[in-house]
């Protein structure tokens, strides 16, 4: 049943094979942070995944499994339905609370430049605990790089970042924090 | 101060909801009853008291709903959208339209999904025990709440079911939970995940040891039908509205992980 609905929001193992490249095809970002300094020290925040014992097809699915579950809701609510047999896709009407001083920050530009931290948070930390188990290690990214990996179209990002999960072991020391 | 900010932001927003706890026919009992309703069932467990802050870290439950419940669901899901369908048409102005399974359904319907609030104990200690009367059905060990409005942290990256019949009384074990970005002094749970997975949210762990034959129970429930609970491990599931996901901890002999696999270790399978 938990399969069922993992499936609902995954692709099937042979529909990615079909659709997976050929990783020689595939255009990675400059990772490197050798003369970046403030990267190094911002690697908690902007990162990729490393496994020195992965295929990229091994890689790639595990990221897109892993990427499943970045997908967000409304949340959810206490006493509440679930079917179980396929997951509930709520909107996310308002992710913050409305609580009078605290809502309109949040709506106003500090909202704005603090949302954003948040979310990416959040999404860090829902990979790492998907990802670390299996294996792998963070990697500091510079910023720009970071976006590359992470905005955009799901299947390229998915291969730009199965390409590095994969690929030669990073001259960058772990991101350990 | 920017930290402090997001984490108050983010706890609130995993418990903006429903105002009241409890699912649909689940009632904590603070006292021994006499005797069990034959129609009912009754789940038995101890709990740690970890708190957040001044609220309550509360485990929650799901109750895997049954075919009729999963219809009427369905039923009420078409009908909201084939009312909605006008606007969600007009909204799209010409692009694509939702469809049903991408329509964002708020269900009135009776829940199965509740957490345990954790002053409704029945004995009070480091360990509390609770008496919680449920529907019978197969129920999963579904995540963590700080405060028991909203789901916190999900265990969907593995957990585990059980099956809780009605008359009787079914023994869960001892229930572990905390925050685990850190090294927590609760037992048992895979904590000391990295001090930057608090930067910007909790994330919260749970542990399940079952019962055996040393496993207190409450004095006044010794003469009632009891039953130990029999788990099998859970893979993968979804919540797209917890805003941490997590898994629950390794237990010898029921629930074990390969990589990512949720690995049913009484079969050596990986679970479905």
């Given at each position: 049943m938990a399969a069922m609905l993992a499936g609902a929001l995954m692709s099937t193992p042979a529909a990615a094979q079909d659709t997976r490249p050929d990783p020689a095809t595939v255009v990675i970002p400059d990772v490197s942070v050798e003369q970046n300094p403030k990267a190094v020290e911002d690697g908690f925040k902007f990162f990729y995944f490393h496994n020195p014992s992965v295929s990229f097809n091994e890689a790639y699915a595990d990221i897109a499994e892993c990427r499943s579950f970045l997908i967000s809701g409304a949340p959810a609510a206490i006493p509440g339905f679930r079917p179980w047999v396929e997951p509930v896709r709520n909107e996310v009407q308002r992710q913050y609370p409305g609580v009078g001083l605290l809502d309109m920050a949040m709506r106003s530009a500090v909202g704005s430049i603090i949302l954003p931290k948040l979310e990416?948070?959040?999404?860090?930390?829902?990979?790492?605990?998907?990802?670390?188990?299996?294996?792998?290690?963070?990697?500091?990214?510079p910023e720009t790089a970071w976006d590359t990996l992470n905005e955009g179209d799901e299947p390229a990002l998915i291969a730009m970042q199965a390409k590095l999960a994969s690929g030669p072991r990073p001259v960058a020391a772990q991101v350990t924090e | 101060?920017?930290?402090?900010?997001?984490?108050?932001?983010?706890?609130?927003?995993?418990?903006?909801?429903?105002?009241?706890?409890?699912?649909?026919?689940?009632?904590?009992?603070?006292?021994?009853?006499?005797?069990l309703d034959p129609g009912k069932a009754y789940?038995?467990?101890?709990?740690?008291?970890?708190?957040?802050?001044?609220?309550?870290?509360?485990?929650?439950?799901?109750?895997?709903?049954?075919?009729?419940e999963i219809a009427v669901w369905k039923a009420a899901r078409q009908a909201a959208y084939e009312a909605d369908l006008p606007k969600l048409q007009k909204k799209a102005k010409g692009g694509p339209v939702p469809t049903i399974g991408e329509y964002s359904f708020d269900y009135a319907g009776p829940g199965n999904v509740f957490a345990i609030d954790a002053g409704d104990f029945i004995e009070d200690g480091e360990m509390r025990q609770f008496l919680v009367e449920a529907p019978a059905g197969n129920y999963v060990l579904y995540g963590i709440s700080v405060g028991g409005r909203g789901v916190s942290t999900?265990?969907?990256?593995?957990?585990?079911?059980?099956?809780?019949?009605?008359?009787?009384?079914?023994?869960?074990?001892?229930?572990?939970?905390?925050?685990?970005?850190?090294?927590s002094p609760i037992p048992n749970l895979e904590d000391n995940?990295?001090?930057?997975?608090?930067?910007?949210?909790?994330?919260?762990?749970?542990?399940?040891?079952?019962?055996?034959?040393?496993?207190?129970?409450?004095?006044?429930?010794?003469?009632?039908?009891?039953?130990?609970?029999?788990?099998?491990?859970?893979?993968?599931?979804?919540?797209?509205?917890?805003?941490?996901?997590?898994?629950?901890?390794?237990?010898?002999?029921?629930?074990g992980y390969d990589r990512g696999k949720v690995i049913d270790l009484r079969t050596g399978q990986p679970a479905n």
């Open positions: 990416r948070g959040v999404r860090n930390n829902k990979l790492r605990r998907c990802m670390e188990p299996r294996g792998y290690a963070r990697y500091p990214a | 101060m920017i930290r402090s900010l997001l984490l108050a932001l983010f706890m609130l927003s995993a418990v903006n909801g429903a105002a009241a706890k409890g699912g649909d026919g689940v009632v904590s009992h603070k006292s021994a009853p006499t005797a789940l038995l467990f101890r709990s740690s008291t970890a708190k957040s802050g001044m609220m309550n870290i509360e485990h929650v439950f799901l109750r895997i709903p049954t075919d009729a999900c265990n969907c990256l593995g957990t585990v079911k059980f099956a809780a019949t009605a008359g009787t009384i079914t023994q869960l074990g001892s229930l572990y939970a905390d925050k685990v970005h850190k090294e995940l990295g001090p930057s997975m608090f930067n910007y949210g909790f994330i919260l762990g749970q542990a399940l040891v079952p019962p055996d034959e040393t496993t207190p129970v409450p004095a006044a429930l010794a003469a009632l039908p009891r039953q130990q609970a029999a788990f099998s491990a859970v893979g993968l599931f979804h919540e797209p509205g917890a805003p941490s996901i997590n898994r629950l901890a390794p237990i010898p002999g029921i629930l």
